[in-house]
């Protein structure tokens, strides 16, 4: 059985004694997956009603389970200053996760409320064929090398989280041509891509690609994280924040 660690906000983590790290920051799994990623997603969110998000590698899922606490008080809001006329949004997922004994600790892991609440659907999907339909997102996860099925997904996506171990332990998976070139033929137009790392070889590859690219927010970490987008993004940062960057990087 895996070994969980719990984090400062009381979520629990896991460590990988193959790269010597843990799945999440130790300030908090879920603050996290929700500054890092859902935060950061949320003006995808507001925009659409149907957002398209490829989640990887999926983990144990808080990713996934922070995007849907940020799209439900978006409707939440809406609905209060709209009325019940708004369209009920909807998170479609697609995710790739290589290690089922993760997905299986999902499963096992006494969760203790809020999260309880918040994993219950996730708890079973093993059981369920590994999809999930429910009322506001669908979950399809695919469990494999996420090397092997980049190449063969052929759909467009508003968000992608990529959310691996470092590049330091794991360069194949930050891979200009193993990985961030399906990226951008996989992102639709006005679509984010978001990851943690501030890493200047995967900013470079990213721009290389064709990709623009700025900082996100520093959570737990000292150096922010990045988002890339098809077009220009307007928090780009300047030349010395840039050299800083470029100087601090521990990877
Ligand atoms: C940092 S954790 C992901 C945390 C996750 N996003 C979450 O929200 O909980 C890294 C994950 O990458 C998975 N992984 C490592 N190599 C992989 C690969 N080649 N393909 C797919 N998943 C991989 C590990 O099993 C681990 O679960």
């Known amino acids: 059985m895996i070994e969980f660690v719990k984090t400062k906000d009381g979520s629990p983590t896991i460590y990988d004694p193959e790269t010597g790290e843990h799945h999440h920051s130790l300030i908090g799994s879920y603050t996290e997956a929700r500054y890092k990623f859902a935060e950061v997603a949320r003006s995808i969110i507001q925009k659409k009603s149907r957002i398209n998000l490829l989640d990887l590698p999926f983990g144990l899922g808080y990713n996934l389970i922070a995007t849907l606490d940020v799209l ?50 996730l708890k079973n999907v093993l059981n369920e064929g590994n999809q999930i339909e429910a009322k506001d997102f669908s979950l399809n996860l695919i469990i494999d090398d996420l090397l092997l099925v980049l190449p063969k997904i052929h759909q467009s996506f508003d968000l992608i989280f990529y959310d691996p171990f470092s590049p330091k332990t794991s360069p194949d998976l930050w891979s200009r041509e193993k990985v961030l070139k399906f990226f951008y033929e996989l992102l639709a137009p006005g679509g984010l891509l978001i990851t943690y790392t501030a890493s200047n070889k995967v900013r470079k590859g990213l721009q290389e690609v064709g990709f623009y690219i700025a900082p996100s927010v520093a959570v737990g970490r000292k150096m922010p994280g990045t988002i890339a987008s098809k077009e220009p993004l307007e928090a780009s940062f300047s030349e010395e924040t840039f050299e800083k960057i470029q100087k601090a990087s521990s990877y």
């Open 72 to 121: 439900r008080e978006v409707e939440n809001t809406s609905k209060k200053d709209n009325g019940n006329s708004v369209k009920q949004k909807f998170l479609e997922c697609v995710a790739v996760e290589k290690d089922r004994k993760v997905i299986e600790a999902i499963g096992y892991y006494p969760w203790q409320e809020p999260l309880k609440g918040k994993f219950v659907q």
